[in-house]
């Protein structure tokens, strides 16, 4: 621990040598620059340090080693387990880097380390390209891609990770490397899932692919269908092309425009299949859900950027999610996951079941994301307002995973859950790439400074 004098005096440092601004516990703006997506989270950092290019990550991390402080780092602030703060340490605040820069012609992106899905969408549509991104505009890149990267294009493009074609990385020392399948292939190798683990990322590139049409189909349906949409849902997906994705999804009718008022507030089950290609083809395929009676529908072509802010979930809500990869979807599972529907709490809580296959399975088998074979995943997402209903709402989506587990793979997605402890960190990133990243870790931070993550102690 430094003496008082020397951080005070390294802290009058860093503000001046920082092109960002720094924020210390008395200086205003301090609680808005700690806030994260999670609101179960109230950490007090010693100091956040909002860096705006590289440099400022170097002189951060450097700042941070020199007064011992342990290090978080802060993409888009979306971790459940809200690990991009911490009490008492350093915060490297990426939020204002967030350049976006599209090679048309390489067909490659070009992106800084704290931007948003939403500036990766919208910088990619003019030139019709896109890659796999999160399903809501306000997550970060960072943690999502770091982590694997699901989405509504992850059946025709593979999981985010998948594209990536090379990293802009500063490290525990405060060094700069770029890892690609060239240079530093080991490093490369564990940046595909093995999260925030190895340094701060200030830039990643990643492949794009040609995306000139996007459509979609969203049905409401009443509860009491739900064993009907779910079977009939199975089966489209199953004889479905890769450019089909989406998933069946409980909710309590939120107060938007695509539910009826007489539907705001009532348990509803929506039937959404996105298709990465023209309406006319995804009308054929979604004619089975159409044919089931439906409360509401929202049918047609859609610019996939928009889709992509269609769902985002309300800031400033308590969160506890979880996750569960699935061997198949039999109906007595179908059943298990209706009743998890049918016991959802209150507020803006979700329960999904997403498809997957299609280019996730294809994909490259040598990454530390050993989840790729799992044909569904179910994913319940607790979102709520009044700290009463803490324990009911965590219980909810305790129980939707233990009725999974029977047809759980037993892999896990890290990035869909919250601290669950090591092995469920092994379950995320398979036993064996455990241990090579384990000694991945020895060598880029031995230290273990940048342990607010889904953890890999150093071996
Ligand atoms: C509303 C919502 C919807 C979501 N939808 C999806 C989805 O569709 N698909 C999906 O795959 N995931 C989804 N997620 C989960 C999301 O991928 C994870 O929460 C992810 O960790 C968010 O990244 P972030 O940068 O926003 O978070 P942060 O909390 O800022 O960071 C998460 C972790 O990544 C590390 N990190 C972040 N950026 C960097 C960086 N540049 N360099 C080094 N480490 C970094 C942090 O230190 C931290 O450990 C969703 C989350 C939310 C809240």
Redo the contacts with the bound molecule.
Sequence with gaps: MASPSKAGAALAALREELVGDVFAPSDAGYDEART??NAMIDKRPAVIAQCVNEDDVVRAVRFGRDLDLNI?????????AG??VNDNGLVID?RHMRAVSVDPAAEAVRIA??ATMTDLDRACQPHGLATTG???ST??V???L??????WLDRCFGLAVDNLLGVELVTADGERVHASADENPELFWGLHGG??NF???TAFTLKLHALPEFSMALLLYLPEFGREVTRTYRELIAAAPDEASGGVIYLTGPPEDFVPPHLVGSLLCAALLTYAGPEEDMRKLAEPLLALPHEQEIVGAMPYADVQCMLD?PPGMRNYWSAEYLTGAPDEYLDVFCAGGEALPPSATIQVLFPQGGAIAAGPHEYPVPYRDAPWAVHPFAIWEDPADDERCRQWVRDVCAGARPYSTGDVYL??IGDEGTDRVKAGLGAENFQRLAGLKRRYDPDNVFR??HNIAPA
């Design positions: 994260v997506f978080a780092v802060r993409g888009g602030g979306h971790s459940v690990s991009a990426l380390g704290g999160g399903r809501v997550t970060g960072g943690g999502f770091l982590g694997g990267g699901t989405g999260g925030g340094g701060v990322a979930d990035n869909f607010f993550n």
